[in-house]
């Protein structure tokens, strides 16, 4: 980045530079009961004495930050500081990060049904901010982290937190049906190519009966943003996507009105234009671009998984 002083990594632009990266992040695919509610687990370690970055809008996610310290800055502006455990929502844009290094975080994301299960908290109400994990899980959420910060590999971890999980699930309170059919339609809406708002409308009155406002709030209440701001988050995402793996921008426009929109919307959720996306970017956004399992609000892609069950 510029202005980095002296000794900060400026991931992106060290990238683009071509020079070796001190970064490594793993992802595992979530198994068994955790399947419908954690899409991965990751463990990511940047071996540097400062680290400045962005993220892209994003799942809801669950992190442990093992090593390292810093302060995020979310899209109005306003600074937090990052805390041992800590949970936010699923965002309304990019925010950008600088953590004091080395950097070791081990987390999750969360499907849509995991929010409210392991959760439990509106993502609106929760949305680009950090929430103290203590508030949402006691205080004794803090020896969990202390025995992570003990572990080496992502295997070990998940192993640990895997019971942890299942026991919040056994007690939480069961989702309503309604909400399971609209989680169900909301994959099905966004997978359709270019969904409208409309398509949206018509398929829950005519599967479930809701209004309009019904859906609107359950669009609020797990994405934390009506029906239009999650397509222009569909929309915008998987442009990045296609971008970043090679496509052509001109087949990468058709959903917007023109080359200055596209532009304006991608960097809006991803804090990158369509040239940096190819040029060089964070290895963390990299990494969820290149990966087609990591997809943004992996709901929204038609499933074999029985939701149904909780």
Known sequence: MRGAEEGQVAIAARSRAGARQPFDIVF????????????????????????????????????????????????DGHREATLPVMVNGPGTAHWTYRIEGPFRCFGMSLRGIGWRTLIGRPADQ??????????????????????????ETLEEMVALIEPVLIRRLDAARRVPRAHVAFLRIVREWAASGDPTIDALYDAMEAQTGMGQRQVQRLCKEYFAGPPNHLRRKFRAIGAAMRIHQGAPLAEVMAPFADQSHMINEIKHFTGQTPGSLRDGIDPVLAATLENEKFHFLPDVIPETVDLSGR
């Open 126 to 151: 929760v949305a680009d901010r950090l929430v103290d994990g203590s508030e949402i899980f006691g205080p004794e959420i803090h020896t969990l982290h202390a025995q992570l910060g003990e572990l």
């Open 28 to 75: 595992q695919p979530s198994a068994g009961r955790l399947i419908p509610h954690v899409e991965s687990f990751y463990l990511a370690h940047i071996d540097a004495p400062c680290i400045e970055g962005v993220e892209r809008v994003d799942l809801g996610q669950w992190r442990f930050c093992l090593g390292g310290s810093g302060e995020v800055t979310f899209p």
